[in-house]
């Protein structure tokens, strides 16, 4: 694989588990070794370099606080490695306990402390060696979903406030979208695709990242025409039409497009659209205001449209509803490969 | 009264004559000890401390007690060393031949003791290291080592691998996250094992009593003294024999169970 | 790859090879060694013979000694096993997790403490005019005569080996799933059934290695014979104590050794074969 990640920036690694995500954070970090190539930072080569002789703290998925040691003696750790005289590594633990908003636990041990505040040790602790890149390995994993919002919000002010790289691996879409400025999709030890939240969400490069990053409707097919601007494409659900791809495509050879499902729109009757499918009603998931209707073509091919509670409730829809779906040529995304 | 509950009762009763039959000795050897009949039995004589004052009186057993507090101690740290080392070894490294390696050190104990003395004897004198107090250190510290191994090595197990790893990211050297983390992490099980393994030492007799020579430790003058008479002198070093094993082994579970249930709260 | 030499893996791994190779793998095979070895005016002499194997094989005080203790030992191995099952069962199976602890604990502290004290005690104990007699003797029996008989001896193997066996049986039967006794009970097993058809099967593992290690600990013993046994029928460790420690016949007694640890082998062998048996209930 092949990845620069910019100075400054919030990059959040995404894949499923066992793709790699991790093994490039320890590497990263010295703690494994690459088997070849070459990890260079700020253009040095680090390949060689022991872990304890970067500058990459860490924060685990199992936080790896030191049970026997208080919350400051935590924070305390790395500035006593480096050999941070004990007046000075006293004030800036606390200073940065303080920071985190939990300067009262400081001479608490740490295994009585609760998951929010040793997560904010976790953070204090790779902090107070004031490093350049900060790396992040699902370091929220491990908490309830209202305190993970929460800590969304500080990660980010953190990182703005700082102006460090922050490298973040999760398998979790929402956390990802919500904090990066750029996310790296990982499949089997390979990058998928990089690309800014919207990027991914929007365009796709490949079947892979539109199936992980979910809610898109893939169809497959071979090219009928092309113009410089619309590629047409028989699937079996259908004749479709869809925006050119950067690289043209023969006639007759195979490719697969996705439309997001928030682009597609459903009405009773037969639209006057380029695109329109005709299906049966299978199900309905509420998640908040949205709605996720799912549904199946006369091919069997099934679809996904997400939309409004409100815009539901004038179709007046029950399972078995015969419906049609269309949508624009621009919102049928091209994907690479076959 | 319905069957299971006579049931419960006859089996309460049954462990607790096991009990009786394993605790029974250490008991009587503490009662006779005080006891003034030479041939002890029931009904008893009158309280002494006769045979403390014997014992007190004798330069043998004075010696032989410096001499089993030499051999314990020295053993007690030698084998806590290479306990440590091999459970560490084992804990942190994955390497061709680690079965064997494994079952090098966990192997002594299997063998029975009459063969290790025998062998350790011959050994010993060829390489003429016998007959000395440190002759029985060398020979006790591969009999206990295993011992530490195993304690440490269970403390290890309850240790998140990632907090080693955690100590190199923030700035230590594996040397340093040794010193900094690992050992302060195992220094409970490092202090059972150090009790453990001096009282094994200290109640080790078979061969002691074969390489040591001249210089005797408690359990050797023991036996020397229970071959051939009854003397209720056994009785009173016995009971000081005991004292100092089941304290150290009461350390030993203390030092080690209470770590175990902290780290689980 | 690159092999470069690792120090700090090194300081860990080699010290135990080396010492484990100086102090415990070179002495046993030194042990073999001067069996072959002969004793000349009461000097070891390094040779390569078969003559102490020759004498002492050909002995029927040694084939004697031999099958006495494995008979002994047996007697002990099973005698103990079969003592300490109802109290491990109890333990096992009728005790709340606590008070297991606590008997665990127990049972761990004479391990660490003096076996030849404990033995020494037994001896007052049981002796013709002992306590066990003196309390016999006010309900009008005995007295016995157990020090000096195969019942001594088996009462000084038991002090050795029944708080292991004890332990080893509780902490295999704690571990049986108490779902699948229910089970068998629910579905009409008598207990003792039960036991015999579910507890059993699913603690053979545990139970033959308390067995193997209770038949070890008698084999290699020999205070026990000695002391309480009065060894009058000598087991082979009062053999090599006998040949080490009077007739100066250290290679004698190796070749006793050896077939010692050739027949401790073997057992355990077999035994972990059977241990590790795939079939039967599970």
């Known amino acids: ?338 | 009264m319905n069957q299971n509950r006579l049931l419960n009762i006859i089996l309460a009763l049954y462990v607790l004559c096991i009990f009786v039959f394993i605790f029974a000795p250490i008991l009587f050897s503490l009662v006779f000890s005080f006891n003034s009949q030479r041939f002890p039995t029931i009904p008893l004589g009158h309280f002494t401390t006769e045979w403390y004052a014997k014992i007190f009186a004798d330069p043998d057993v004075w010696l032989a007690a410096r001499n089993s507090l030499i051999v314990s101690v020295s053993t007690a740290l030698l084998a806590t060393f290479l306990g440590f080392c091999t459970a560490y070894s084992d804990f942190r490294y994955n390497f061709r031949f680690k079965g064997p390696y494994l079952a090098l050190i966990l192997l002594p104990p299997t063998i029975p003791l009459i063969i290790m003395a025998l062998a350790m004897l011959a050994w010993l004198s060829r390489l003429g290291l016998s007959g000395q107090l440190w002759s029985i250190i060398l020979a006790h510290s591969v009999l206990t080592a295993p011992f530490a191994m195993a304690i440490i090595r269970l403390r290890l197990n309850q240790m998140d691998p990632d907090l080693e790893a955690a100590a190199w990211n923030l700035g230590s050297s594996e040397w340093q996250a040794m010193r900094h983390i690992i050992i302060p992490f195992s220094a409970p099980a490092i202090v059972s094992s150090l009790c453990l393994t001096a009282a094994v030492s200290f109640d080790e007799f078979s061969i002691s009593w074969f390489v040591s020579g001249l210089n005797k430790t408690v359990p050797v003058v023991i036996l020397e003294i229970v071959q051939g008479n009854i003397d209720p002198q056994v009785n009173a070093i016995g009971t000081f024999v005991f004292l100092t094993s089941m304290t150290l082994v009461i350390l030993a579970q203390v030092f080690f169970i209470s770590r175990q249930v902290k780290s689980h709260s | ?282």
């Not at chain 1, 030191?66 to 480096?82: I, Q, T």
């Not at chain 1, 490298?167 to 695709?193: K, L, N, P």
């Open chain 3, 1 to 282: 790859m690159k092999r470069k030499f690792d120090l700090y893996a090194m300081t860990w791994r080699l010290p135990i090879i080396f010492w484990q190779f100086l102090f415990f793998v070179g002495p046993l095979l030194f042990m073999v060694a001067i069996s072959f070895f002969v004793v000349k005016n009461y000097r070891m002499t390094e040779a390569l013979e078969m003559v102490n194997w020759q004498k002492m094989l050909s002995r029927n005080y040694f084939w004697d000694s031999y099958w006495y203790t494995i008979f002994i030992a047996g007697v002990s191995t099973t005698v103990a096993m079969v003592l300490a099952f109802p109290a491990s069962f109890a333990l096992a199976f009728r005790a709340s997790d606590n008070l297991r602890r606590w008997a665990i604990f127990l049972l761990i502290i004479p391990f660490f403490t003096s076996y030849l004290v404990r033995t020494f005690s037994w001896y007052v104990i049981l002796a013709e005019s002992g306590v066990v007699n003196a309390m016999l003797g006010q309900i009008g029996l005995g007295p016995f005569k157990m020090l000096n008989t195969h019942f001594g001896t088996v009462v000084g193997y038991l002090t050795l080996t029944l708080p292991l066996v004890m332990i080893l049986q509780t902490v295999t039967m704690a571990n049986v799933d108490k779902t699948l006794i229910e089970a068998a009970r629910n579905l009409g097993c008598k207990p003792l059934a039960t036991i015999w058809r579910v507890v059993l099967p699913l603690s053979k593992t545990g139970l033959i290695i308390a067995a193997l290690f209770c038949f070890i600990l008698s084999f290699g013993d020999f205070v026990a014979p000695f002391y309480l046994g009065g060894s009058q029928e000598p087991t082979l460790p009062i053999l090599i104590l006998d040949t080490t420690k009077s007739g100066q016949q250290w290679p004698r007694a190796a070749v006793v050794a050896i077939m010692m640890m050739g027949t401790l082998f073997a057992i355990a062998f077999a035994a972990i074969a059977l241990a590790y048996r795939k079939g039967g209930a599970r």
């Open chain 1, 1 to 338: 694989m092949d990845l620069d990640i910019h100075a400054g920036e919030f990059l959040a690694i995404m894949g499923s588990s066992g793709c790699g995500k991790t093994t490039t954070l320890r590497m990263l970090a010295g703690l494994d070794a690459p088997t070849s190539g070459e990890i260079r930072i700020g253009g040095e080569l680090m390949n060689d370099v022991k872990p304890h002789e970067r500058d990459t703290p860490l924060v685990w998925q199992s936080l790896a606080l030191f049970p026997f040691l208080s919350a400051r003696e935590n924070v305390e750790f790395g500035l006593k490695m480096r050999g941070v005289g004990k007046d000075e590594r006293k004030r800036r633990a606390l200073e940065w306990l303080d920071r985190m908003e939990i300067g009262e636990f400081a001479e608490r041990n740490v295994a009585t402390l609760s998951g929010g505040q040793k997560q904010r040790v976790a953070l204090a602790r790779s902090l107070v060696m004031e490093p350049k890149m900060l790396l992040l390995d699902e370091p929220l994993s491990a908490l309830d979903a209202n305190l993970v919002i929460r800590m969304q919000a500080v990660l980010t002010r953190l990182q703005k406030e700082l102006g460090i790289t922050f490298v973040y691996v999760t398998h979790s879409q929402s956390e990802a979208f919500a904090m990066a400025d750029r996310v790296v999709i990982m499949s089997q030890g390979e990058i998928a695709q990089v690309g800014s939240p919207k990027d991914i969400y929007r365009a796709p490069a490949n079947r892979f990242v539109a199936e992980f990053v979910g809610r898109n409707n893939i169809l497959a097919g071979r090219v009928t025409s092309q113009t410089d601007e619309y590629v047409c494409v028989s699937t079996p659900s259908g004749d479709f039409t869809a925006a050119a791809p950067a690289d043209p495509r023969a006639t007759g050879s195979p490719l697969t497009f996705a439309v997001s499902a928030d682009l597609v729109s459903v009405s009773a009757e037969k639209p006057d659209s380029a695109n329109t499918v005709h299906c049966t009603l299978i199900s309905e998931e509420f998640i908040g205001s949205v709605v996720t209707l799912f549904l199946e073509s006369v091919d069997g091919h099934e679809f996904k449209v997400q939309m409004q509670e409100r815009d539901l409730i004038e179709l007046d829809l029950c399972s078995g509803s015969q419906i049609w779906l269309s949508w624009l040529p621009e919102n049928a995304h091209v994907l690479e490969g076959e």
